[in-house]
């Protein structure tokens, strides 16, 4: 069933033209979240037209964007004539920093080594051996923790086993959770007294050194926040512009549950 803004169809055939750019769980719930975009596009355009925007303004030397389609640029325009926010101060984002601290750290870094007896998850046969190769590795490290280099490159299917199981330095986030889990509570040192399960197979594991990470100063991420809070307030006063636009709409054809603001994602 169509959609009317203000008296304007939305087609069924907009809409379904639209859904590709709308993936969901459904079908039904792919298509409510495509009228609402169009919806929204719809009163926006018809906003530009009360306000005799007919041609955008140009952007800035850089910005411009070859795939920006005239209505886009029309859309760009109100916005940036109509919702004005102001700039964040240095109070404002002193403030930021201090309330969130823990994000503004260099990362903890890991220096780790390990010996990889690989196996496909899938693969039942291949993982019981890979487990009880690793548990038979691991038995031999923990007799003899000097021996961890050897064992890697005799036995590591890594290409780390060149260097004796060495991974070098890891952060957070470049290696997978399985693996992480352990990394990070082991000790400077500590051998992991269980082989670690992962999707490439079981792995004995060593950490060798813990390197905290440290507080950034303010100055060196200013620019960050602000640029961080100039784009929340932003997004938060175009929300509310949108909002504003809904409820003085009279729309049909989309179930609402008797709440417009739901057109606002």
């Not at 140009?58 to 795939?67: I, N």
Request: charged fraction near 25%; proline fraction near 6%.
């Amino acid at each position: 069933m169509p959609v009317f803004v203000n008296g304007v169809e939305i087609s069924d055939h907009a809409i379904g033209a639209e859904l590709q750019y709308h993936p969901a769980g459904s079908v039904e719930e792919a298509r409510a979240a495509a009228a609402r975009a169009l919806v929204v596009r719809e009163l926006l355009l018809q906003m530009a037209a009360r306000h005799g925007i007919d041609r955008p303004d140009p952007l800035a030397p850089g910005q411009a964007d070859e795939r920006e389609t005239d209505d886009e640029a029309v859309i760009r325009t109100l916005i940036a004539r109509e919702v004005r926010t102001p700039e964040p101060d240095q109070a404002s984002c002193r403030r930021f920093y201090q309330q969130n601290l823990k994000r503004f750290r260099s990362p903890d870094l890991f220096e780790a080594a390990h010996i990889l007896f690989p196996a496909e998850p899938a693969d039942a046969d291949a993982s019981a051996r890979a487990k009880q190769q690793a548990i038979a590795a691991l038995q031999e490290v923990l007799a003899a923790p000097q021996r961890f280099a050897d064992l890697a490159r005799e036995l590591s299917a890594c290409p780390s086993a060149a260097q004796g199981g060495h991974l070098g330095q890891i952060s957070r986030g470049q290696t997978v959770p399985e693996f992480e889990t352990f990394l990070y509570n082991l000790e400077a040192g500590q051998i992991c007294p269980v082989p670690v399960k992962t999707r490439f197979g079981y792995h004995v594991l060593r950490l060798d050194r813990r390197i905290e990470g440290r507080q950034l100063p303010f100055e060196a991420v200013q620019e960050r926040i602000a640029s961080y809070l100039r784009e929340h307030v932003w997004r938060r006063a175009v929300s509310q512009y949108l909002q504003l636009l809904v409820g003085e709409a009279r729309i049909q054809g989309i179930e609402l549950n008797g709440a417009r603001t739901p057109l606002v994602q």
